[in-house]
């Protein structure tokens, strides 16, 4: 033993102290003996199945072999010597295959397998420990021997198996309450011991039971036997008496299951495990560290009887007994009032499991704080109690405890109180109108409970009124009555009252002034009013002030209160606010004649919206007051809607212009001419659940219309070189005039070339030729620009611009023609025609289309012409998205310039031709000429004498090589020609040519 030093004391206990037991610490009990004989090559599971009888905390661990017969405080200078291989904490073999030997330091379990036969010395040292204190520790020596076992032989020997008998629990669920039996494993997940926790009058029963299912290589079945260890455990050779046992009775007792009673059974063996708890299982250890400890534990152990070795299996069950602490009663929701009779309080019972319940004690608060039992209750469903002993002048504080269980008490309840009411009056009688109540709570430390307020008028008369709720312990009433006795009371939980104090009242307090919910400005243009009912009971009627021109407040109207809900909102049937701000006041009178403060009452005014428009700008502009008149909170937006009727009577109500903001003005833009607005503002609160009106103003817009229409359909060059201008015009427009603007570039300077007045009657459109300019050699940028009535500018046409032609001779009998594009169809150009005339006449012929802005015209087949060839071009407007038609109905078109080229005048003379030649063609010597003047032509030919042969004066007439009526000789003959071309230029030719035959 080692000193120990017990909860609460100041000195160590020792063995030799005097005046102290000379033993205070017992030594522990093992159930298995301290050897072991194994096999070699067998998994060796060996437990000391140790237990304390003072429930003192194990701990296992290797000590020194001793081989000394004297004590030494050092066991390693007693110890065995050890072979080379071996320590005292290494003591079995552990290479090969040989496990080593290890021990489980909270279980004392050691195990090991051996590959080789010998004999070991080993010991364990088991501590004790009580309290975090080492209170002891003794040693074990445990020796082991390994033998090389010689395979069983006999008849059933193919079958023996050598392992340790099978061995399980199982509860008893036909109890009450059936033990619940939990494993407890260790960090490998091996089950260490089971684990349960009873209460006194329970029973922990299960069954144990165990078997080896392989005979002994004999063939007969292996005997298993039981034995058990534990403190509390029948002391009896067959466990069977419940009186005797190392702790308190009743012990737990073991039954055999078996025939004949036996605890030693071949093949399966069945026990029983049987212990009622009680009370006296809670008060046995007086050393656990001041405190009392009732767990206790019991060792389980099945051995078969095989050969070579015995094998055996073993369970520990741990008990732990708790006591059922008494609870206390459930005083959440009790009631406590005083009257004639004393003071009277109730309380919920707590369930009743037969141990925990003896009686109720009553306790009362005394003075100086002191708990002193004034009563005992043995009924568990009696739930109130009277106090017939307390004092009528005072608070009686109380508390319940319940005694139950094992001998064992309750905490007390909080304090229960009965509720005294202190009622002062100011000022002081007999003009009192105000009441201040004071009052203590129902629950001693309390600070959640509502208590409501009630008032009785008159005194003795039964009506009581609540007048208000609080969580305080004070209230202040200002009273509404005109000269009365008055009773004051408080009460929780709806029926809980306190007592009551009365006093004489007369009311002198105005009313609260009146709280404004909004003012706004309803149908009609007509002020409503609404407003907060009175907190004040009492009052009568409201009072209604509006103010004058001068500043001040006229009383206009008044309203009972009785009809207060059926009179919200209040309308003013002579309001002026469709004309201007009104501000309104409200007072209560109550049934005194007292009435609530003009001063300190907070007046409203209504919004005033004004509205202004402008033809000339377009648009409203609108402007408004601010809204004053919330108490308790301010405006948070300012939201403009305009309601908008179309001509035809169409109406979208409730058109959100403006929000979000607190600006007091707003310009409508984009107002359309025939259209009606009514227009007004909404101010909401911060809270988002209040709202005021403003007046409506409706306005039907006269203001300037813009042209929706002004299509300039054509700039085309007409026959005089001046550019024909066309467009649709807006006849609903509020236009004056269209000015007609030119530039020599796209984007400007436009310069006006003149003013067309808009007409007065359809058709409607503006024509316009421009002389000014020179469309035969440069294009020009059109437009038409409206001016309004208010003379703005309005609306800008699209683009028009000539076409400007031009035209070039080529030699080889074409004409390359060039133009620029056309802009702006509203569609685009669909194509270009081209128009040609001939020697300059004025009729003019489709040469052909494209959509490109070039044209190569081919003229051989009009060579006999004079030669000269006039152009222009016509550009076709493709459909848009409107199909525009000019004013014939045909698409809009538009001419470019006329441009002509002119081919200079020339000949082709025919070297040699055969009058007698097959192709008919051939027969006729006759140059060919183009672009000559007809009557300046002269031909004649000479043969090579000089003598004329042939003369003509017509381009189209050839020699058919006749001579007077002779056929002229083959040879070579002279021609000479004479004209002049289309500009007058005489022109001379001369040459021979052969003629053939």
């Not at 005072?394 to 005294?420: F, M």
């Not at 629950?443 to 009506?463: H, K, Q």
């Not at 008044?558 to 009104?582: C, F, G, H, K, R």
């Not at 409107?882 to 000949?907: Q, T, Y």
């Amino acid at each position: 033993m080692y000193p120990y030093t017990p909860a609460g004391s100041t000195s160590p206990l020792t063995a030799t102290t005097g005046g102290n037991p000379t033993c205070f610490d017992s030594s522990p009990n093992f159930l298995e003996d301290p050897q072991v004989i194994s096999c070699t090559g067998v998994d060796v599971v060996y437990n000391n199945l140790g237990y304390d009888p003072d429930l003192d905390s194990l701990y296992y661990d290797w000590s020194y072999p001793w081989a000394a017969t004297s004590f030494s405080s050092n066991p390693a200078s007693n110890s065995v010597n050890f072979a080379s291989g071996y320590t005292y904490n290494n003591p079995m073999p552990s290479t090969g295959s040989s496990t080593g030997a290890d021990i489980n330091n909270e279980t004392g379990e050691i195990t090991f397998n051996s590959a080789v036969a010998g004999s070991w010395a080993t010991c364990v040292k088991i501590e004790e420990w009580r309290c975090g204190q080492l209170i002891g520790e003794i040693y074990r020596d445990i020796p082991i021997v390994t033998v090389a076992c010689t395979p069983p032989t006999g008849l059933c020997s193919s079958a023996f198996v050598d392992q340790e008998p099978e061995m399980s629990l199982t509860i008893d669920s036909s109890l009450m309450n059936p033990t619940i039996l939990t494993p407890v494993v260790n960090t490998a997940g091996d089950t260490i011991y089971y684990y349960t926790e009873v209460y006194p009058g329970d029973t922990v029963r299960f069954k144990i039971s165990s078997a080896d299912p392989y005979p002994n290589p004999n063939c007969t079945s292996q005997n298993i036997q039981f034995k058990a260890s534990g403190g509390n455990l029948s002391s009896a050779s067959n466990y069977s008496n419940p009186n005797n046992c190392l702790f308190n009775p009743p012990c737990a007792t073991l039954s055999s299951l078996n025939p004949g009673n036996v605890f030693t059974y071949p093949g399966i063996n069945n026990v029983q495990f049987n212990w009622y708890i009680d009370c006296n299982h809670l008060f046995y250890q007086q050393y656990q560290c001041g405190a009392l400890k009732s767990e206790y534990s019991f060792y389980l152990r099945m051995q078969d009887n095989q050969c070579p070795i015995n094998r055996f299996a073993y369970k520990k069950v741990v008990v732990k007994v708790k006591n059922y602490m008494p609870r206390r009663p459930d005083i959440s929701n009790a009631c406590i009032f005083q009257d004639d009779f004393g003071v009277t309080f109730d309380w919920a019972t707590s369930a009743d499991t037969g141990f925990n319940w003896d009686y109720y004690l009553i306790n009362r608060i005394d003075t100086l704080g002191n708990q002193v039992a004034i009563d005992t209750i043995y009924d568990w469903s009696t739930t109130s109690y009277t106090d017939a002993g307390a004092d009528p002048n005072a608070v009686n504080g109380y508390t319940i405890q319940v005694a139950g269980g094992c001998g064992l008490l309750s905490e007390p309840t909080d304090t229960l109180q009965n509720i005294r009411v202190n009622l002062q009056a100011f000022p002081p009688p007999p003009n009192s109108s105000v009441a201040v109540l004071n009052w203590n709570s129902w629950l001693r430390g309390d600070t959640n409970t509502v208590y409501d307020v009630w008032v009785e008028a008159p005194i003795n008369s039964g009506d009581w009124v609540q007048i208000g709720s609080t969580d305080d312990f004070t209230y202040t009433d200002s009273v509404a009555f005109c000269g009365e006795w008055l009773n004051y009371q408080v009460r929780y939980n709806t029926t809980c009252e306190s007592t009551t104090d009365s006093g004489f009242f007369s009311d002198k307090t105005p009313p609260a002034p009146v709280v404004f919910d909004s003012v706004t400005v309803a149908s009609g243009n007509l002020a409503a009013l609404s407003w907060q009912a009175s907190s004040d009971s009492d009052v009568v009627y409201y009072r209604i002030y509006r103010k004058d021109n001068g500043g001040f407040f006229q009383p206009i109207d008044s309203i009972l209160a009785t009809n207060y809900a059926t009179s919200m909102p209040w309308v003013y049937a002579l309001s002026n606010a469709e004309n201007e701000s009104e501000t309104y006041l409200i007072t209560a009178v109550d049934s005194c004649g007292n009435q609530s403060s003009v001063g300190n009452t907070t007046p409203s005014s209504t919004i005033f919206l004004n509205l202004g428009v402008d033809p000339c700008d377009g648009y409203a502009r609108i402007r408004w007051n601010t809204y004053k008149g919330w108490t308790q909170t301010q405006p948070a937006a300012y939201n403009l809607y305009a309601d908008i009727t179309d001509p035809l009577g169409g109406t979208l109500t409730g058109v959100l212009l403006k929000g979000g903001n607190l600006d007091t003005t707003f310009n409508h833009y984009g107002i359309i001419n025939g259209y009606s607005y009514c227009y007004y503002v909404r101010a909401v609160d911060t809270t988002g659940t209040i709202s005021s009106t403003s007046n409506r103003v409706c306005n039907s817009s006269a203001v300037v219309q813009k042209s929706k229409v002004l299509y300039l359909g054509r700039a085309s060059v007409n026959s005089q070189n001046g550019v024909d201008l066309y467009a649709y015009i807006d006849p609903g427009a509020d236009v004056i005039d269209f000015n007609i603007q030119r530039a020599d570039d796209e984007i400007g300077p436009y310069m006006t070339i003149g003013t067309v007045v808009k007409p007065a009657l359809g058709p409607w459109e503006v024509k316009f030729i421009d002389f000014t300019g020179d469309p035969t050699s440069r294009s020009y940028y059109y437009r038409v620009a409206s001016r309004d009535s208010c003379g703005a500018m309005d609306t800008i046409s699209n683009l028009g611009t000539n076409i400007l032609l031009s035209v070039e001779a080529i030699g080889n009998l074409t004409n390359q023609l060039m133009w620029t594009k056309y802009r702006d169809f509203d569609g685009g150009v669909e194509k270009y025609e081209i128009y040609r005339s001939i020697n300059g006449g004025g009729s003019y012929t489709l040469a052909g289309s494209t959509s490109d802005t070039a044209f190569l015209d081919d003229i051989k087949p009009y060579s006999n012409s004079k030669g000269k060839f006039c152009y222009y071009v016509k550009a076709i407007a493709k459909d848009g998205i409107i199909p525009w038609r000019d004013e014939f109905g045909m698409k809009f078109n538009a001419r470019s310039n006329v441009a002509c080229a002119v081919h200079k005048a020339r000949l082709w003379v025919p070297s040699a031709f055969n009058p007698k030649s097959d192709e008919f063609k051939n027969r006729l010597w006759k140059p060919q000429g183009v672009f000559a003047r007809p009557d300046s032509y002269t031909l004649f030919i000479q043969n090579r004498w000089g003598e004329e042969v042939f003369r003509t004066n017509d381009l189209n007439e050839g020699w058919d090589g006749m001579i007077g009526g002779k056929e002229a000789k083959i040879g070579v003959y002279t021609y000479y020609i004479r004209y002049r071309s289309l500009e007058d230029v005489p022109i001379e030719e001369r040459g021979n040519f052969t003629l053939l035959n």
